[in-house]
């Protein structure tokens, strides 16, 4: 597969992550009864699998590894607490853990920009 669209759809499906993670929150958090949907369960289990599928296959492409580079140790810890925290947040309704959730995603998401683990603070 060519280099950019595997780069692409591995943006793309970060994207589309936040995105449907946002709405998921703020559904079951003013409409509870939500939290019942199927779809809605297996969904971002389906997304974020193949988001570090496609992560995978960069770092294979790249040759450059998460614990021999700082940025990716970055990317893998900053995913863990995204998911850690965000799934707190939608069992919990924790507003909190939502806004952790949110800034580690903008964390990986400046450290993915500038392959630095300071992040969007490196642009100043
Ligand atoms: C919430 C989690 C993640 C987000 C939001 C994210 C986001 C992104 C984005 C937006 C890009 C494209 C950057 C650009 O515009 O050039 C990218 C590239 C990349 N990501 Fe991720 N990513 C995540 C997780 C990971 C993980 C866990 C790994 C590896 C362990 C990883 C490895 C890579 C690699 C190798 C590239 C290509 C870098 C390049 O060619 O410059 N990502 N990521």
Redesign the pocket.
């Known amino acids: 597969m060519d ?1 950019s669209v595997l ?1 692409h759809s ?2 793309g499906l ?2 589309l ?2 995105l449907l993670f946002a709405g998921r929150f703020m559904l079951f958090y003013f409409a509870p009864v939500w939290r019942r949907n199927k779809l809605l369960k297996v969904l971002p289990h389906v997304l974020d699998t193949l ?2 599928v496609f ?2 296959m ?2 294979i492409r ?1 040759a ?1 590894y ?1 614990l021999t580079e700082a940025w ?1 140790t970055a ?2 810890i ?2 863990l607490l ?1 998911i850690g925290f965000g799934a707190a947040a939608i069992k919990r309704a924790s507003r909190s853990a939502f806004f952790i959730a949110l800034l580690s ?1 903008a964390y ?2 400046g450290v ?2 500038t ?1 630095s683990v300071v992040s969007w603070i490196s642009y100043f």
Do not use: D, F, S
Request: include cysteine.
């Open positions: 280099y780069k591995h943006a970060a994207y992550t936040v988001l570090l992560a995978i960069l770092c790249i450059q998460p990716l990317k893998v900053g995913l995204y995603y990986v998401l993915a920009k392959h």
